[in-house]
């Protein structure tokens, strides 16, 4: 299977340490962390920035990879990737990533879907009814390494019927 090329969603503050644990996997070609210095610069200057950096760094991505963490629903730059990806055209899922342990914080508790607050279809439905959220158990990091590639293959081919 070949490694397609990915963009992370996620809140860098609560999550980084598990997200590395999935990159490291090398099971997809994901993109490569921004440094805390590099997105606090990111940030400074202000919104436009942000979305040029997230934009830039989609752009030839084929699906993007919302990795669910306890806080990730509500965070602004998560929900504008979300919406980016799908309006786009890309493969888009999520996997909740609770059940990797972060060397600072250990297991936290699952977070809420992240897809069922956009709709589509004129509002009739939510996106969660056609983007799903995997949860790949207790042993999260082999549910995840073992179930990767095919969750993108999976995303990318149903981008193509949306």
Known sequence: MTREPVFYSFHYANDVFRVQQ??????????????????????????????????DN???????????????????????????????????FGIYIHNL????????????????????NDGQQPLSAVIPCHDPGYNAYAGISNNLAIWVAGAIGAAKYR
């Open 22 to 55: 999935i990159r490291q996997m090398g099971v997809v070609a994901g993109d490569e962390p921004v440094s805390p210095n590099n997105w606090e610069q990111i940030k400074r200057q202000g919104d436009a920035s942000v979305k040029r950096w997230i934009d």
């Open 58 to 92: 989609m752009k030839y991505k084929r699906c993007v990879i919302v990795l669910v963490g306890n806080e990730t629903a509500n965070r602004p730059w998560v929900r504008y990737e979300i919406e980016k990806a799908y309006n786009s055209g890309k493969g888009l």
């Open 101 to 120: 342990n972060c060397p600072r914080t250990g297991r936290c508790i699952r977070g809420v879907n992240p897809f069922d607050s956009f709709t589509i």
